[in-house]
């Protein structure tokens, strides 16, 4: 894939006061961005209004070259995967998963075929009938994960998807989200509280502090500087 | 925690308690029995039945229906719409007609949608050539609506809100169409809760008195609570009374067993102000739908209470308030309103606390009965509708015609029975908290009985006991069906009294009447409800 911009912030400010929110920053097609920083800091804001779930005050939101900061979250070209309830619980998992692919679940029998190659894709071959309340918590990720796939949208936001999964676990499922955005060719943002997650999956890193982007920077030796006071409250007191 | 002595008095008090409430079901039942015995069904009389029965039903099917369906795109425009200002007002102001008094409701209703009203003024300039009647089918209809179209908003609401925000976000990010949204997601969140609030909704519209009585009533549009009614008032046809009645039990049983099959009983859950956030749905002129429904909705329960104010406040009050038989009215509906409060709340702490002791899984059939009964007692009550009750003691007092006492115990005892479900939902979450913190501790101080009743449990449940007795104040004092049978000039309640403006067509004392007693029964409803809000910051 040619290499230009999947994303871009320019000045977007949402928000007044103590609680408003600023971002400016562009990422590279392809790329993996961890986003950090204290709870409460603006870290979902931002992914928020990268989905359009928010609009901004001012500034403009570009997404795969195109203004899209008037569009519907639909109209952006984006798949989420949220820390919890990315399933319907009263639909099935195909079902679940077919919205992805039409909203109105008009599908022929080649969209079926693509929703039983996402399950298979994310180890879940079969599964398609059963309820989500039948699944443990990493096999429903797995099933969001898998919408994502067969969605093939450019942007992939993921807010939390693997915290509360314990560290194996959430190992294993953050490396089949970089075989998929691989195989997608999507941009990443991440939101993640853990300083492992980032350096295990990500290039590069947002850290957000008080509504601002308080660091933007590669990720090779991010958590190893120490120039950076509110990275240093937020990793607590390292070795000094 | 209770020492054995504490289970025992327990027991004992409960089995006492419903006892009391068998007999005060069972005798006049056993009276409508043998009067029915004597009495034969002519075919005449059958077709009279099957016409009143058919109205009951079909009545009430319909008023479901509609009920239904405006309440189910009410509640989605309201979860649609989460933070418009005036949004928990609205939603307070659906909860008012659940309390309001049928009368007063009807009289409000009638100033907005009846010939002069501003309704029909509206459809008459709109070119509608024959006006809207609030008598008849259609009013009964219209009535009930006003009723139960809130109640059922109000109980589907939270099915909706209780889903989680990531729902919307996914419907948001996946381009979900209202419609597809509605299929997929929104209705099968709703259908449960619709479901048990349509079986409500009929429940209440089949048994519906006051409305019926007011509205309707003609040959035409009678109902069977109306028609046991007139049967003993007007007619003084005990035989028909008794075959109504009978035929009205059989019906009540017959929808609470369905009702029971379809599922759980309807609860209001959470309808605070604010809902979650929709990104699904957008702004602009999308808003258009969302708000035309939501503000009709507003105004169709609102405008009949505006009505009621209005006129009530141009009637006469300062003349109403020194009429004598005013206050002679005022004292005789509060003191049957308090006596019927105290022994709904004694009743109901007997109840609660015998299931307590019987516990969550008796260890022995008679106590397995004793808790079934005690928690099935309060529905007991549904099951015979006050009016079916009055008649029967009603027969069994021989027309209670001039007699004072009889009559006034059992306008309390049938007000105390109605009251019954509710104070005991208020009483049991209470009793089971206060004996969940202080009980171990009461048990190890010896602190027992008697002195534990006085010093410990009761003082602990006063808040909800309050709850209780000001709620059931109110609901007795806006009551008609019980006092229509025994009201005469020697026994008047406010009810009564503003059903015989009405019929008389006083309106303006009406108008003044229907104010001061919504506004007292609004009043009760409020302390009770704020009573219930300490009540539960305390327990925290």
């Known amino acids: 894939m040619r290499q230009h911009r999947a994303i871009a912030f320019d000045g977007v400010a949402y928000g007044m006061g103590e609680l408003s929110a600023a971002f400016d920053f562009r990422r590279q097609s392809g790329t993996v961005t961890a986003i950090l920083g204290p709870s409460g800091a603006g870290k979902s804001t ?164 008080k509504g601002r982007i308080a660091a933007d920077a590669p990720a090779d030796g991010f958590f190893e500087r120490r120039d950076l006071p509110d990275l240093q409250a937020y990793l607590g007191s390292g070795p000094v | 925690m209770l020492t054995r002595g504490e289970h025992r008095a327990s027991r004992a008090a409960g089995l006492a308690a419903l006892m009391a409430i068998g007999l005060a079901l069972a005798v006049p039942i056993a009276v409508l029995l043998t009067h029915g015995e004597s009495t034969g069904v002519t075919s005449n009389q059958g077709d009279y039945l099957i016409r009143i029965t058919r109205f009951t039903l079909m009545q009430a099917g319909l008023s479901t229906l509609l009920s239904l369906v405006f309440a189910v795109p009410l509640a989605r425009a309201l979860a649609r719409r989460p933070d418009f200002a005036g949004r928990r007002w609205l939603i307070k102001l659906f909860a008012v007609p659940l309390g309001l008094p049928p009368l007063v409701a009807a009289l409000g209703l009638i100033e907005v949608w009846g010939r002069n009203g501003v309704a029909n003024k509206g459809l008459g300039l ?52 209202g419609l597809s949204l509605f299929r997929r997601v929104e209705w099968p969140a709703m259908r449960r809760s619709a479901a048990s609030a349509a079986g409500l909704v009929f429940m209440l519209c089949a048994t519906s008195f006051t409305l019926v009585l007011v509205l309707g009533g003609g040959p035409a549009a009678t109902t069977l609570e109306v028609a046991i009614y007139q049967a003993l008032r007007f007619d003084f046809d005990p035989g028909r009374a008794v075959l109504l009645s009978l035929i009205q039990i059989s019906m009540t049983l017959i929808v ?9 009983p309807a609860e209001e859950g959470e309808t605070k102000g604010g809902g979650t956030n929709r990104p699904d749905v957008q702004g602009g002129l999308h808003l258009l739908p969302d708000a035309v429904l939501i503000g009709l909705g507003g105004l169709f329960v609102g405008a009949p209470m505006a009505a009621v104010v209005v006129s009530g406040l141009s009637a006469d009050l300062s003349r109403l308030l020194t009429d004598a038989l005013f206050w002679r009215a005022a004292g005789t509906s509060l003191s049957i309103g308090i006596s019927a409060a105290a022994l709904s709340v004694l009743l109901a702490a007997c109840l609660v606390r015998a299931r307590y002791s019987a516990g969550h899984r008796p260890r022995s059939v008679p106590l397995g009965l004793l808790a079934g009964l005690s928690g099935a007692a309060g529905s007991l009550t549904l099951l015979v509708p006050p009016v079916v009750l009055g008649a029967g003691w009603f027969l069994l007092l021989g027309g209670g015609a001039g007699q004072l006492l009889a009559p006034l115990m059992v306008i309390v005892l049938i007000n105390a029975l109605m009251a019954l479900p509710f104070v005991m939902r208020v009483l049991e979450p209470a009793h089971q908290n206060t004996l969940e913190r202080n009980g171990r501790l009461a048990v190890s101080l010896g602190v027992v009985g008697r002195h534990r009743l006085s010093q410990i449990d009761i003082p602990a449940m006063l808040p909800a006991f309050a709850t209780g007795f000001v709620f059931a104040v109110a609901l007795s004092l806006g009551d008609l069906g019980a006092i229509a049978l025994f009201g005469s000039d020697r026994i008047v309640t406010l009810p009564w009294l503003l059903y015989q403006k009405l019929g008389s067509y006083r309106t303006a004392d009406a108008a003044g009447l229907a104010l001061l007693l919504g506004a007292i029964t609004m009043a009760l409803m409020i302390v009770a409800e704020k009573l219930g809000t300490r009540n539960g910051s305390v327990d925290r």
């Open chain 1, 46 to 209: 931002l992914l928020n209004l990268a989905a359009g779930f928010l609009t901004p005050a001012s500034g403009r939101i570009i997404l795969d070259g195109r203004d899209v900061t008037g569009l519907a979250p639909s109209e952006r070209g984006i798949s989420m995967v949220f820390q919890d309830n990315n399933l319907f619980a009263h639909l099935d998992i195909r079902t679940n998963i077919g919205l992805g692919l039409d909203p109105a679940l008009k599908l022929d029998r080649a969209a079926w075929t693509q929703v039983d190659k996402a399950l298979e894709r994310v180890g879940l071959a079969g599964f398609g009938k059963r309820m989500p309340a039948t699944l443990s918590g990493g096999e429903r990720q797995r099933v969001a994960l898998a919408r994502a796939f067969a969605r093939r949208r450019p942007l992939l936001l993921l807010d939390e998807p693997f915290d509360g999964l314990g560290p194996g676990l959430a190992a294993d499922m953050l490396g089949l989200m970089l075989e998929i955005r691989a195989e997608v060719g999507a941009t990443v943002l991440m939101v993640t509280h853990d300083p492992d997650e980032a350096r295990a999956a990500s290039d590069q890193i947002l850290f957000i502090a």
């Open chain 2, 126 to 177: 709109m070119g509608a050539e024959t006006p809207f009647s609030i008598y008849g089918l259609s009013g009964i209809l219209l009535a009930h609506v006003f009723f139960n179209l809130p109640l059922a908003v109000r109980l589907i609401l939270p099915a909706l809100e209780r889903l989680p925000p990531e729902y919307w976000k996914t419907a948001a990010n996946l381009g979900m169409s």
């Open chain 2, 256 to 264: 609470m067993l369905v009702l029971k099959f379809l599922g759980t």
